[in-house]
């Protein structure tokens, strides 16, 4: 059976966007019965914040919490922190000296940062730079076969395959060669109609609102600014409203939703009190079990997936050490 290894970095609050985007398809690949690992990528997380580390420390527990309550199972598949796995960090450095610096110049996520003027200045370190090796190894230790990725995402994983080739031939090893399970990753606008969800603009939604809350946020997302009134035709194509009601209506509601406002037959107002109870439905169960999880559950569900994870990662790490002769 393939393995698949999903991570994610722990760079700030979750929110809903992360549950639509990410957290939604690991649950699927867990109940699909596949082999799964999940981890928290906080070294990946420490390239943009060495400064702030304190945000990845804390995000740790607000991950793991939204992952549980959204129904990932630790007693099913290993979930742990990339740091707790030392073997993580041994392959990374042998894959750092296979791999040519031209290979890692061609990761997208470094070309776009140096063709932005106003990306972090953080980010400007070899870590960042070479993190596409990093992700080699983290695939590579558990001897992961598939990594779900959005098209932005294939060519980080096609440089992982030529790494573990590369290794595979010089050591005539038999590492599985990755490949991408190329998912699509629903992208949620900020309730300000911003193309991204971020705490730090204040135009998310947390995995544990009240639903007093939500309905707030909610009732204060942006419409289309075109309508003129409810007598008025709107368009659903320029609307936030609209984005969330495709991420947590029924498909035959947002049918509806479309066609009524299109012909002036249904307020934004109304619009937005069906949006709110439909992500009522699917938040407020999510919420509740998110908030009771203890930050204690968290450090026991984190310190045993390691333990699961590293049956995997020694037994890798003990084969390669045997191949290098290192
Ligand atoms: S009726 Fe709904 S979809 Fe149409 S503009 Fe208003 S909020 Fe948006």
Known sequence: MDTILTGMRPTGALHVGHYVGVIRNMVALQKSGAECYFFLADWHAYNALIDNVDVITKSRYEYVKGWIAAGLDPKISPIYRQSDIPEVLMLNQIFQCLTPPGWADRSPSWKDFINNPNASRLLDNVGFFAYPILQAADIAIVKGKRVPVGADQVAHIELAREIVRKFNRQYKANLPEPEALLTTFPKLPGTDGGTKMSSSIGNVISLNETEKSLQKKVNKMKTDDQRGGVEQPGNPDNCTVYDFHKAFSPSNEVSLINESCR??????????????GNMKDI?????ERFNQISDSDVNDILSDGARKA??????TWEEIKSLTKF
Do not use: Q, W
Not at 263 to 276: D, Q, V
Not at 283 to 287: S, T
């Open 263 to 276: 012909a002036a037959g249904l307020s934004c107002g109304e619009c937005k009190m069906k949006l709110g």
């Open 283 to 287: 938040l407020m169960p999510i919420a």
């Open 310 to 315: 590293k049956v995997r990662t020694h037994a």
